[in-house]
């Protein structure tokens, strides 16, 4: 209740002076359009204006409504400002040039149009900050500090349908640890083609999944994942048991930890297994 409290007190303020534009500009072009509609409606020539203008605002009402409820259908707008457009240039026709006609007759509008832009401009955001649909922007102080990375960063956002700044920033480290990861194990630039392709698919997904799926990747959870896995292999050399990849896999998935066939090697090479089997 809180949040909508702000849209509530401006939409009572903005309401009442978006109307009386409404008005003033229907009042302003109701002569003119009516006079040059004579010729084809006779006596009923009042029902065009009257008609425009109560379409424009039964089309715009829509609109926000649809804004708010985040289903938007922008033809609703389109239309409604191709009316704005015509209603203009019908007053400018009748002007017969006169420039300062033509301004006065475009200013109310003009202004109608700014404001109800300024209205929708703020329900999409607050729907969007409600819903969390709405992507918060990377701050305008990090694309001049960091341009690239922040176009790095920008771009993930992007792919992997973030829309928290805060929370991007994280998967965004994460990568970054994952790719210098890499970057020792295979060197700094021949990673992209040394570094097996199931490391390299990897990284591209474990950042997107965890985006999807709500979940921060794995920092944590993959320490806890090395901790149980030298666990397993200390009771094994105890046993005096070697484990294989397979058979270390088999016991961390029998105490419930989730791990890919693709993220072994990384496990074996994170607590020292070889790959040979026992």
Same mark, same amino acid.
């Given at each position: 209740?809180?949040?909508?409290?702000?849209?509530?007190?401006?939409?009572?303020?903005?309401?009442?002076?978006?109307?009386?534009?409404?008005?003033?500009?229907?009042?302003?072009?109701?002569?003119?359009?009516?006079?040059?509609?004579?010729?084809?409606?006779?006596?009923?020539?009042?029902?065009?204006?009257?008609?425009?203008?109560?379409?424009?605002?039964?089309?715009?009402?829509?609109?926000?409504?649809?804004?708010?409820?985040?289903?938007?259908?922008?033809? +609703?707008?389109?239309?409604?400002?191709?009316?704005?457009?015509?209603?203009?240039?019908?007053?400018?026709?009748? #002007?017969?040039?006169?420039?300062?006609?033509?301004?006065?007759?475009?200013?109310?509008?003009?202004?109608?149009?700014?404001?109800?832009?300024?209205?929708?401009?703020?329900?999409?955001?607050?729907?969007?900050?409600?819903? *969390?649909?709405?992507?918060?922007?990377?701050?305008?102080?990090?694309?001049?500090?960091?341009?690239?990375?922040?176009?790095?960063?920008?771009?993930?956002?992007?792919?992997?349908?973030?829309?928290?700044?805060?929370?991007?920033?994280?998967?965004?480290?994460?990568?970054?640890?994952?790719? #210098?990861?890499? *970057?020792?194990?295979?060197?700094?630039?021949?990673?992209?083609?040394?570094?097996? +392709?199931?490391?390299?698919?990897?990284?591209? +997904?474990?950042?997107?999944?965890?985006?999807?799926?709500?979940?921060?990747?794995?920092?944590?959870?993959?320490?806890?994942?090395?901790?149980?896995?030298?666990?397993?292999?200390?009771?094994?050399?105890?046993?005096?048991?070697?484990?294989? *990849?397979?058979?270390?896999?088999?016991?961390?998935?029998? *105490?419930?930890?989730?791990?890919?066939?693709?993220?072994?090697?990384?496990?074996?090479?994170?607590?020292?297994?070889?790959?040979?089997?026992?």
């Amino acid at each position: 209740m809180n949040s909508a409290r702000p849209v509530v007190v401006a939409a009572a303020v903005v309401a009442p002076l978006v109307a009386g534009l409404a008005v003033l500009g229907g009042i302003g072009s109701f002569g003119t359009v009516r006079d040059m509609a004579e010729p084809w409606f006779g006596a009923l020539a009042w029902i065009v204006p009257i008609g425009i203008d109560l379409g424009i605002l039964a089309l715009l009402a829509w609109d926000l409504l649809l804004e708010y409820t985040d289903m938007a259908w922008p033809v +609703l707008r389109w239309v409604a400002w191709g009316f704005v457009g015509a209603t203009v240039a019908l007053n400018a026709t009748a #002007a017969h040039g006169d420039v300062m006609v033509m301004v006065m007759h475009a200013a109310m509008p003009v202004l109608f149009v700014t404001v109800l832009e300024g209205v929708r401009h703020l329900i999409r955001r607050w729907v969007g900050l409600t819903v *969390q649909t709405r992507r918060q922007r990377v701050p305008l102080a990090r694309w001049v500090l960091a341009p690239w990375s922040s176009l790095a960063l920008w771009r993930r956002m992007i792919l992997w349908d973030v829309t928290a700044y805060s929370r991007g920033l994280h998967l965004e480290q994460l990568h970054l640890r994952e790719v #210098a990861r890499l *970057q020792e194990a295979h060197g700094r630039w021949l990673w992209r083609w040394r570094a097996p +392709l199931s490391e390299r698919i990897a990284l591209r +997904l474990q950042a997107a999944e965890a985006a999807c799926s709500g979940e921060m990747p794995a920092q944590d959870r993959d320490e806890q994942l090395v901790q149980a896995a030298h666990s397993i292999l200390a009771e094994a050399e105890q046993s005096g048991v070697r484990l294989s *990849q397979m058979d270390l896999a088999a016991q961390l998935r029998a *105490q419930g930890y989730r791990i890919a066939n693709e993220r072994l090697r990384w496990l074996a090479t994170a607590v020292g297994l070889r790959r040979e089997a026992a």
